[in-house]
């Protein structure tokens, strides 16, 4: 009997923010939003599993709020800069190729 590995979730990029000024700064501004919120659904999920101090995941799920509305916030820009929120983890328009 052969035991397969579960596959691994791919990781969301994590681009560095540029200039405000450059063209996609929102877009890249929402992956690095939606990256970190997936990481404190993880973490919240781990402090769960370990059944963490009430004061810790209060303060994880606290800081899930806030990133939830930075993300949202983001996304808004991304939209209104005529961006559309389609683009997946493997996408080049980031570097500058096409989505």
């Known amino acids: 009997m052969s035991i397969t590995a579960k596959p691994r979730a791919q990781k969301l990029p994590y681009p560095n923010p540029e200039n405000p000024e450059h063209p996609r700064y929102w877009l890249i501004t929402y992956f690095r939003e939606l990256a970190e919120f997936a990481e404190l659904q993880k973490?919240?999920?781990?402090?769960?599993r370990?059944?963490?101090r009430n004061v810790t995941t209060m303060a994880i799920c606290g800081a899930m709020i806030?990133?939830?509305?930075?993300t949202e916030k983001a996304a808004?820009?991304?939209?209104?800069?005529?961006h559309l929120l389609f683009a997946f983890p493997e996408t080049?328009?980031?570097?500058g190729g096409a989505a």
């Open 43 to 48: 973490l919240l999920t781990q402090m769960h």
């Open 50 to 52: 370990r059944n963490a």
């Open 66 to 70: 806030n990133a939830e509305r930075l």
């Open 76 to 82: 808004k820009y991304v939209v209104s800069n005529g």
């Open 92 to 95: 080049t328009v980031l570097q």
